[in-house]
């Protein structure tokens, strides 16, 4: 399992070691112990699959405010997306400063995101299942949106490059307001590992 660092601190790209012979692969999606061997502890309690019919499908951006917010550890395992983690914690050095990654079934890539960070996908197939882990149970109360295309956050989502003219949104993601108007209470600790 090979962990890379990204230019915001706590976010990982994780590429598990494939094991393939003549019937195909195997590889480990998830090991405590290598996690805390890099000292990052993380306790997951829930494992969550979404399945999405058509290309240009946009969930996000999402997060669960504190006391219930979630690290997420997520993956493709059908088709492929446009995964964007950006960082909403107030007084961060990395303050709204977003990465953005393609999780696919082929390259098997994963994205650690920390808590404190909201987090959305592009689909660029259709038929996309993506499963992912989280530390938090779900809180309908402190499940909170911004909007895709907040010119503040300013992601680039390349919808030109993938051929996507429109995304399909929720009808609550249509609503998700910018991150200014928005509940967010994330705030910089300043101790993340
Ligand atoms: C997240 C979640 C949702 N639900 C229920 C609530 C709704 O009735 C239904 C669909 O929820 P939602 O529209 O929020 O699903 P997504 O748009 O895929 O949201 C997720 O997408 C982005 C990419 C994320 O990172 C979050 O994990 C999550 O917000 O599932 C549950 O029962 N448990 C859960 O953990």
């Known amino acids: 399992m090979k962990i890379t660092k990204t230019e ?108 404190g960070f909201g987090h959305g996908f592009l689909t660029i197939t259709d038929n996309v299942e993506v499963q992912y882990k989280v530390d938090e149970y779900y809180s309908k109360e402190h499940d909170g949106s911004i909007k895709y295309n907040d010119p503040e956050i300013n992601i680039n989502w390349n919808l030109e490059k993938y051929g996507i003219k429109e995304p399909i949104l929720s009808e609550k993601d249509k609503k998700a307001p910018y991150l200014k108007n928005s509940d967010c209470n994330f705030k910089y600790q300043g101790d993340e590992k």
């Open 8 to 115: 915001i601190k706590g976010l990982y790209i994780i590429e598990p070691t494939v094991y393939g012979d003549n019937r195909g692969w195997f590889m480990e999606t998830y090991s405590k112990k290598v996690l805390n061997e890099m000292g990052i502890e993380i306790d997951f309690v829930q494992d969550n699959h979404s399945y999405s019919a058509n290309k240009g499908t946009l969930r996000g951006i999402h997060f669960q405010n504190n006391p219930k917010s979630q690290t997420k550890l997520i993956r493709c395992t059908k088709g492929k997306i446009l995964d964007i983690a950006v960082d909403l914690r107030k007084g961060s050095p990395t303050y709204k400063k977003w990465i953005a990654v393609e999780l696919t079934e082929e390259n098997k890539k994963m994205l650690l995101i920390p808590k």
